[in-house]
């Protein structure tokens, strides 16, 4: 158990709680859907190569990746200049394309995007 901490309630916080006025209720709130989401991650995601995942860390190291650039991997892979041994950009963007959003979100989460 962590201690009382302070949280920043950026948008999509500020979103998930905004009908809830009591602490303890904001928080089972958030630790419910972190919870969810932490056991979502866990079950999705897709087998990529070396190659695929250091490509997908490429496109993605700006830093932050918003949902809608999520959606946006495949174009982004077969637009970057990245090239390395093994990798086949068009293969990895038809995968990328073929799968769900949530597989998408836990690849770029692994990635530590």
């Not at 991650?41 to 250091?54: F, I, K, P, V």
């Amino acid at each position: 158990m962590i201690p009382n901490t302070r949280v920043h309630f950026g948008p999509p916080l500020a979103l998930l709680t905004a009908e809830l006025t009591n602490t303890l209720a904001i928080s089972g709130k958030i630790n419910r859907t972190a919870e969810r989401y932490l056991e979502i991650m866990r079950h999705r995601g897709l087998n990529l190569s070396q190659a695929e995942r250091d490509c997908i860390a490429h496109v993605c190291d700006f830093g932050f990746v918003a949902p809608e650039e999520i959606h946006e991997l495949p174009f982004e892979v077969r637009l970057t200049e990245f090239e390395c041994e093994g990798l086949n950009k068009e293969a990895l963007a038809q995968r990328l394309e073929a799968a769900s959003f949530e597989d998408l979100v836990a690849v770029v989460e692994a990635l530590g995007f």
